[in-house]
Each structure stands twice: as structure tokens, then as C-alpha cells.
């Protein structure tokens, strides 16, 4: 059995972690300086040092910004041979806090590629950023997360895709939910809607499920700012050719968005999978 901390317990992720640990018969303790978890089965404790003294492994569900700064704090204190996982979503600025820890302690960098609404590990997708030992920290992260697909790549590289996977999704999807929420008439909206709207406004919804600051952090990524610009640039350029009636130029965009796709992807499956998922959403 083992000793497992969660530090940041309260949050979401933080109890999705200690209820997989706690499912795997291991002894969980949680700490959150900001949100108490009535859970039996966790060890509450009331000071950060306190809640790592004796772990195993101690995995950490802070917010990103802070996550630098809890790293320094309880490093030095761990004992000697204890694994410390981070989760954030941003690297560049975690990877420098735990290349500086002291040695007796084992960092595990990853990203957990899911949320909290997530019933099992299995095939869920695992980043994995190497810190000092790339393939026995990939081993230890598999150990720990059976079943779970793991990529490996380094933060740098990491904070650039992620700019994209998270980034992107998240700023056009939180403006699109601004929008819909404004929507004085929106049960007629939805009654007039087809297939598209509907997926769209259930992905915005449920992004917006997620803490404000988790999204805040998640847009911050200075990466995005590359992806971000050409976004609104592309905008700003088809709308001025649709208002300029340059209906060819808009056309062509089109067809060589369409061109540059088919090379890596089947574009009429994914729309075949895009009705299948609507049917099950709506049974």
C-alpha cells in the first residue's frame, strides 16, 4: 500500500485523484489551504509540510501559477526516495521549479489529458515531460496509471501543442458560450438548430464548466498568442472578402483548408462520427 498526498485535494482533479488512489487500496491524505473535502476515506490535514512528511508520493492539483512556488516549499522537506507528481498544463516555469529540487526526490511531470468527469484511466491519454530521467520517470507514470496512453515530450514542445489542444479550443469556445449566454431568445435558438449548433454550444457549455481560473490559466499560455493572432487575422480577412463580395478568395480559402486536411484526415468520416456522437448524446 501506498502513502499518497494530494495537495489541492478540494479541487476537481484533486478529488478525482484521491478517489483513483483510494479505488487502488492506497492511503490518501489531502491538503487544500482553500476547500475542505468531507471524504472518510482521506486524511485531512491541516498543514501543507504536515501532509507530505511521511508520502510516498505526493501529487500535486495546485493552480499552475502557484504550483513554482509549492514545489520549493516542500521539496527539501520530503523524505528521501518520494516521487512528486505535477499535473499543471503549463511547463515551462513548473519544469525549471523541479529540475532545482533536491535530488532525493523523484519528479514525475505530466499532463493528464482529461477532466474530472472521467470514470476510468484506461486509454485516457497521458503527457509525460521528462525532467532528469526520461525513461524511468515514463516507467514510474505507467506504473502508477495503468492503461493510460502516454506521449513523451519536452515543455517546451509541450506548451506549443498545447497552445492548440487546450488554448485555441478554449478562447473560441469561451467567447462562443459569451455569445449564446447573452441570447435573450435562446430556447428558441434552440429549437431552430441543426446538428452543428447543438455540438457546439454542448462543447462550450461544458467547457465552461471548468473554475475560471483553470481557463484563465489555460489561455494565459504564451504560446497561444501565436495560434491566437492568426485566428483573428484570418477572421478579420474573410469577413472583409465576404463584405467585398471577393467571393472566390473565400472559396479558395476553403478548398485549400479542405486540400490540407484530406492529406491527414478522412473529413467525411469525421462527419459520419459527428452524427453518431449527436445520437448518443440525444437518446
Given at each position: 500500500m501506498k502513502k499518497v498526498t494530494i495537495v489541492g485535494v478540494g479541487g476537481q482533479m484533486g478529488q478525482w485523484f484521491a478517489k483513483y488512489f483510494i479505488e487502488n487500496g492506497?492511503?490518501?491524505?489531502?491538503?487544500?489551504?482553500?476547500?475542505?473535502?468531507?471524504n472518510?476515506?482521506?486524511?485531512?490535514?491541516?498543514?501543507?509540510?504536515?501532509?507530505?512528511?511521511?508520502?510516498d508520493y505526493v501529487v500535486l492539483c495546485t493552480p499552475t501559477r502557484r504550483t513554482p512556488e509549492v514545489i520549493r516549499l516542500i521539496a527539501k522537506e520530503m523524505k528521501r526516495g518520494t516521487h512528486l507528481i505535477e499535473i499543471s498544463s503549463e511547463k515551462s516555469k513548473v519544469v525549471s521549479a523541479l529540475s532545482k529540487?533536491?535530488?532525493?526526490?523523484?519528479?514525475?511531470?505530466?499532463?493528464?489529458?482529461?477532466?474530472?468527469g472521467v470514470k476510468s484511466i484506461k486509454n485516457q491519454n497521458i503527457i509525460s515531460v521528462?525532467?532528469?530521467?526520461a525513461k524511468k520517470e515514463l516507467a514510474t507514470a505507467k506504473s502508477l496509471f495503468e492503461g493510460a496512453n502516454f506521449v513523451t515530450i519536452d515543455a517546451v514542445e509541450h506548451d506549443k501543442k498545447i497552445a492548440v489542444i487546450l488554448g485555441l479550443t478554449h478562447l473560441m469556445?469561451?467567447?462562443?458560450?459569451?455569445?449564446?449566454?447573452?441570447d435573450?431568445?435562446?430556447?428558441?435558438?434552440?429549437?431552430?438548430?441543426?446538428?452543428?449548433?447543438?455540438?457546439?454550444?454542448?462543447?462550450?457549455?461544458?467547457?465552461?464548466?471548468?473554475?475560471?481560473?483553470?481557463?484563465?490559466?489555460?489561455?494565459?499560455?504564451?504560446?497561444?498568442?501565436?495560434?491566437?493572432?492568426?485566428?483573428?487575422?484570418?477572421?478579420?480577412?474573410?469577413?472583409?472578402?465576404?463584405?467585398e463580395s471577393k467571393t472566390e478568395e473565400v472559396v479558395n480559402y476553403i478548398k485549400e483548408c479542405q486540400e490540407r486536411l484530406q492529406k491527414t484526415t478522412d473529413i467525411e468520416e469525421s462527419y459520419k462520427r459527428l452524427s453518431k456522437m449527436v445520437k448518443a448524446v440525444e437518446k
Open positions: 492506497d492511503e490518501v491524505t489531502g491538503f487544500d489551504s482553500e476547500k475542505k473535502v468531507s472518510k476515506n482521506i486524511k485531512q490535514s491541516d498543514s501543507l509540510v504536515g501532509a507530505i512528511l511521511t508520502a529540487m533536491p535530488t532525493k526526490v523523484n519528479p514525475i511531470c505530466i499532463h493528464p489529458m482529461f477532466g474530472p521528462p525532467i532528469r530521467d469556445n469561451l467567447v462562443f458560450a459569451n455569445i449564446i449566454s447573452k435573450e431568445k435562446i430556447q428558441l435558438t434552440d429549437k431552430m438548430s441543426g446538428t452543428t449548433f447543438r455540438v457546439q454550444k454542448t462543447l462550450s457549455e461544458s467547457i465552461m464548466t471548468e473554475s475560471p481560473e483553470l481557463i484563465e490559466t489555460i489561455i494565459a499560455n504564451p504560446e497561444i498568442r501565436r495560434v491566437a493572432e492568426e485566428l483573428w487575422k484570418d477572421i478579420g480577412r474573410l469577413l472583409t472578402a465576404v463584405q
